[in-house]
């Protein structure tokens, strides 16, 4: 169908369907003839933007999104650590620069969350060292509460002035005590999970993957998934390879059975590199996906590079049933990774580019 507005507007849909992880617990299949057309599933009406809104809004969903890296958040700067006032002035600029956090595992699944006109941002934290999350014991009523200086903690402040930021994030832990902090492992888990944050796969021991047999791959990764489902009956759905350590074979990345339980990784992310592709890309390769190193350094150098080629990255358009991309760029899409979801293509005319 071709809605005309000024420019041109294309719409196709496509039948989606994501495997789950545990075939004896299949979803309810709906219908797409039942789906409401005039609903949205951001909280909006899922109409297509007017030509003003694209103009203003320049959706581009098959650029890239930034997945942040950090690893220790201290007091100081340091190769592998983040002081905490960078950190607060990282989250500071993030929104600035017009980025909303979403969960690793929307990205992952093609459900981009972040309103119409922002820019994704993914935050991932690996090791789950004690800067990352502390609970101590509020002064006020005795509750435990996340450490303010925490990353945790920053980020559940900043959002309170900042909404539309959101406090998404992804932390990678293994065992056998993740933020340092051995006697409240069920407590901290079952805080992130409950408020909203993911956990993810750093295998049981931070094993270096690179010269593991496929036994033993399976062996990390399901021990630390059957942990954390033990723990606060939550299944972790992304891994993290320590040191960035790819093995030889990929069999047990994605999916595998330790000790009677099945696990399964949506995505396995590697360290640093760059941003990575759309989840609608053709380019997407759930198997190896490139972050952006939490340094001042990088930061600079990629943040930097999207503010002169703004084209670039993804911008969204708020509606995650949709997804919006410039006319012409059709054949840089994965058929498989756009079924169910409608696709809208514009064109917008010289002087709003």
Not at 33 to 43: F, N, V, Y
């Amino acid at each position: 169908m071709v809605i005309a507005v000024g420019f041109l507007l294309r719409r196709a849909v496509y039948s989606r369907v994501f495997a789950p992880k545990d075939p004896d617990n299949l979803p309810e299949e709906t219908p797409a003839e039942a789906e409401d057309p005039d609903t949205g599933d951001r909280g909006g009406p899922s109409d297509v933007l007017t030509e003003e809104q694209l103009a203003l809004l320049k959706p581009n969903e098959l650029g890239k999104v930034p997945i942040i890296m950090y690893h220790a958040i201290g007091d100081t700067e340091g190769e592998w650590q983040r002081s905490r006032a960078n950190f607060r002035a990282d989250l500071q600029r993030f929104y600035d620069l017009g980025y909303s956090l979403i969960p690793l595992n929307d990205y992952l699944t093609g459900q981009i969350s972040a309103p119409a006109g922002r820019a994704p941002l993914v935050l991932t934290f690996d090791d789950a060292t004690a800067g990352q999350f502390t609970m101590i014991e509020s002064e006020a009523d005795g509750k435990w509460i996340p450490d303010p200086d925490s990353a945790v903690g920053m980020l559940l402040e900043f959002e309170k002035s900042h909404p539309e930021f959101g406090h998404a994030a992804t932390f990678f832990i293994d065992f056998p005590a993740p933020f340092g902090d051995a006697k409240r492992v069920k407590e901290n888990l079952a805080f992130l999970v409950e408020n909203g944050m993911e956990i993810g796969n750093h295998t049981y021991n931070h094993r270096n993957l690179q010269s593991a047999s496929p036994d033993l791959v399976v062996q990390e990764i399901g021990s630390l998934a059957n942990k954390v489902w033990e723990l606060c009956g939550y299944e972790p759905l992304s891994l993290a390879l320590p040191y960035g350590g790819y093995p030889k074979s990929e069999d047990g990345l994605a999916s595998g059975e330790w000790e009677g339980r099945t696990y399964a990784n949506l995505g396995v992310l590697l360290v640093g590199a760059e941003p990575a592709p759309s989840p609608f890309s053709s380019k997407f390769s759930p198997l190896a996906i490139p972050r952006i190193r939490g340094s001042q350094e990088e930061l600079d150098k990629w943040l930097g590079n999207f503010e002169r080629y703004p084209e670039g990255r993804f911008v969204s358009d708020g509606q995650a049933s949709k997804v919006t991309i410039r006319e012409g760029e059709e054949g840089n899409l994965d058929p498989t990774r756009i079924e169910g979801l409608e696709v809208v293509t514009y064109t917008l005319s010289p002087t709003n580019r």
